[in-house]
């Protein structure tokens, strides 16, 4: 006999992390279960019939649902307030399924300009070969907003804080005024995590997060996650997934469920180190557009605390002199790793310019902020000061 106790959608944040989704098998392992699994047996071929025509809910085959992507699904969806999750292979696969499911030719997307590039390769190149038509605003201008949801639209697709130029947009606002247009919103809520930010509190309809990012937190996998409603979850998304498969693997799942237990501890660490650097990068003068949320020169540092309990592991900066001194900063590093990943436990440097969001048209990277000088810090969780002297000594060779 399983010995699994009730589990609670009231309990706190952190004890969902660790305890939400769990389902032990009859062995009463502590540990989640790794079902590595392709398949399931049947007992006879009317079993294997029921199964597929719906009569009964049981596990088919891990490309439309696994045990132990199950739990990660539920322990994500009872932190996030959501009806129902459904994971895939990278977060990728969740922002292009979060809405490939739900569009069709003729219909119409808005979308912010301020996204991580592949989210904004799909919005501007790919759905519109499939006869969407997307319109893109600069999402912290609410005029624009306006503007472009007076037509029916079905869905909004923002990420806030933005990927790297960490602009926050007003959920609560867009969210009301994507309603009246008919859209669903989507928020990438990647930097905030399930912990700092509750797109669905704020009117949002739908959450993607790349778990590859703190949710792993320890760069070890690739993983994604949709949030979102029953009817949603159910009737939209899940054909899709189940006839496209992306699915996650079982491995992977059983890592996100492990970087959940922790993620709250590591996000409590990561945003306290982040404050400290960015308060040290621009109390040094010299620096121009230090951004983080949480400094009061953030253009939306007002926002930013009511819509986020802290402001997340990102800072960015632009350095005097372009991609030749940027890059020559980064090379200087002796600690600090140049990588294009972020929400690690190690610190790492990032060059957007010339890589995450390298496909962008100069014009385009110019209306974003981002300059050849900037670069993008995820501040990880070694003791700060070693991040300080390590920026410090690399400052000091440009
Ligand atoms: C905001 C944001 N959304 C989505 C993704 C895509 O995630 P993945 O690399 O897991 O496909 C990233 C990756 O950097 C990201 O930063």
């Given amino acids: 006999m399983a010995i699994n106790k009730p589990i609670r959608d009231s309990w706190r944040a952190q004890t969902l992390a660790v305890r939400g989704g769990t389902r032990r098998s009859e062995f009463g392992e502590t540990g989640e279960a790794i079902f590595a699994t392709s398949g399931y047996v049947y007992e006879c071929a009317e079993q294997a019939e029921d199964a597929f025509r719906d009569r009964v809910d049981r596990f088919i085959y891990s490309r439309f649902s696994n045990p132990t992507v199950d739990m990660f699904q539920d322990r994500m969806a009872m932190m996030e307030g959501a009806d129902m999750g459904k994971a895939t292979a990278t977060g990728m696969a969740a922002v292009f399924a979060s809405m490939a499911s739900m569009v069709e030719a003729g219909d119409r997307?808005?979308?912010?300009?301020?996204?991580?590039?592949?989210?904004?390769?799909?919005?501007?190149?790919?759905?519109?070969?499939?006869?969407?038509?997307?319109?893109?605003?600069?999402?912290?201008?609410q005029n624009q907003w306006e503007d472009a949801l007076k037509r029916p639209t079905k869905c909004v697709f923002v990420e806030t804080p933005s990927n790297p130029g960490l602009d926050i947009i007003d959920i609560q606002t867009v969210s009301d005024l994507a309603h009246k247009a008919g859209a669903k919103v989507i928020v990438d809520?990647?930097?905030a995590t399930p912990l700092l930010q509750h797109p669905?509190?704020?009117?949002?309809?739908?959450?993607?997060?790349?778990?590859?990012?703190?949710?792993?937190?320890?760069g070890?996998?690739?993983?994604?996650?949709?949030?979102?409603?029953?009817?949603?979850?159910?009737?939209?998304?899940?054909?899709?997934?189940?006839?496209?498969?992306?699915?996650?693997?079982?491995f992977n799942a059983w890592i996100m469920l492990k970087g959940l237990e922790t993620l709250d501890l590591r996000m409590q660490r990561h945003c306290r180190n982040a404050r400290q650097i960015a308060d040290y990068l621009e109390g040094r003068g010299d620096l121009a557009k230090v951004r983080y949320p949480g400094l009061k020169s953030h253009p939306q540092h007002e926002l930013a605390a009511t819509q986020m309990?802290?402001?997340?592991?990102?800072?960015?900066?632009?350095?005097?002199?372009?991609?030749?001194?940027?890059?020559?900063?980064m090379n200087a590093m002796k600690m600090i790793d140049i990588s294009n990943n972020l929400g690690d436990s190690k610190s790492l440097l990032?060059?957007?310019?010339?890589?995450?969001?390298?496909?962008?048209?100069?014009?385009?990277?110019?209306?974003?902020?981002?300059?050849?000088g900037m670069v993008r810090l995820s501040v990880?969780?070694?003791d700060p000061e070693d991040v300080k002297e390590d920026l410090e000594q690399a400052l000091s060779v440009v």
């Avoid at 808005?110 to 999402?139: H, N, W």
């Avoid at 949709?226 to 996650?248: A, I, W």
């Avoid at 309990?309 to 900063?329: I, M, P, Q, Y």
């Fill in 350 to 372: 990032t060059h957007p310019a010339t890589t995450t969001h390298q496909r962008l048209s100069a014009e385009d990277r110019e209306s974003l902020g981002l300059d050849d």
């Fill in 189 to 191: 809520n990647v930097f």
């Fill in 220 to 250: 070890r996998a690739l993983g994604g996650i949709v949030l979102g409603d029953k009817e949603y979850c159910e009737n939209t998304l899940k054909p899709f997934l189940r006839h496209t498969g992306p699915s996650l693997s079982p």
């Fill in 200 to 218: 669905l509190e704020l009117g949002a309809d739908i959450v993607v997060y790349s778990a590859t990012k703190h949710i792993d937190g320890q």
């Fill in 109 to 141: 997307v808005v979308g912010s300009r301020a996204l991580f590039g592949s989210c904004l390769y799909i919005l501007t190149e790919i759905l519109p070969k499939y006869g969407v038509e997307t319109t893109i605003v600069d999402g912290t201008d």
């Fill in 380 to 382: 990880g969780l070694e």
């Fill in 309 to 329: 309990s802290d402001f997340g592991n990102v800072v960015t900066f632009s350095l005097a002199g372009g991609k030749e001194n940027a890059f020559r900063f």
